[in-house]
Every structure is written in C-alpha cells, then in structure tokens.
C-alpha cells in the first residue's frame, strides 16, 4: 500500500490518493467524481511504469499494462485480465504479438507498444538485457 500527498499553497496536504493491491482510491479528501477520475487517471500514467496508456470504454476506465516476462516476452493485461502477448525473436530480431480475440486493444496500440519496448521506454526483464540487440 502506497499513498500519495497532493499539497495546497500552505503545503498541508488536502487529498490523498492510495494504491492498494493494485487498486487506486481516493482516501482522504472530497473530491467530485471526475475530478477525482482524473487525479487517478493522472497518478496511473505518472506511477504505475509498467502502463503505456489507458482510455475509456463506455465510460469506464480501461488500464492498458505490459509486463515484462523472461525470454523477451511481455504479457498485455487490460484491467488485470490478459489479454494478449508480445514476443521479441532474437534470431530474426522481430516482434510477433498475439491478441485474445474480442480484445478491446488494436493492432495499431500493440505497434506502439513495440515501438516503446523497442525504444527502451517500456523494460526488459534482467536477463533479457543482455541479449538486447536491436
């Protein structure tokens, strides 16, 4: 569990956020709903480094995480729940991807998750670093 501080002028803080469990929450403060929507939408794309994106789908926020896996492979989690993969072959040093079918994600979002894996934005597991040569 983790808690996070926003601070008025005087530097008391007025509204703290907390993730616990994975799970972001207003727990101190009063806040109307979309402004405290988009507080956590804000600290998830600042904190949670493992997040490229998210967007809303009907109206609920859809959590976009790509965690890095051993042998260049990553997982793709919408809201927790996998989704799809993406694989990086080091003998033809290309990227293939699989998507669960009836995924909410694109074709064009895995591409830019490449793009930001193949930039270093989004992390390889420690063992992969090594043999990182594209």
Not at 79 to 89: F, L, P
Not at 101 to 108: G, P, S, Y
């Amino acid at each position: 569990m983790k808690d996070y501080h926003l601070y008025n002028k005087n530097g008391l803080a007025f509204y703290v956020f907390r993730k616990s469990q994975g799970e972001w929450q207003l727990a101190f403060g009063v806040l109307a709903d979309d402004i405290k929507e988009a507080c956590i939408d804000a600290l998830i794309l600042r904190f949670d480094t493992d997040v490229p994106e998210l967007f809303y789908h009907h109206g609920k926020r859809q959590v976009v995480e790509v965690r890095a896996k051993k042998y260049s492979l990553w997982h793709i989690y919408l809201n927790n729940a996998y989704v799809g993969s993406i694989q990086y072959y080091t003998f033809t040093k290309q990227f293939n991807y699989h998507l669960e079918d009836n995924c909410l994600l694109t074709v064009d979002q895995v591409q830019k998750y490449i793009a930001l894996i193949q930039r270093g934005e989004l992390k390889w597991t420690k063992d992969d670093i090594r043999r990182k040569t594209i």
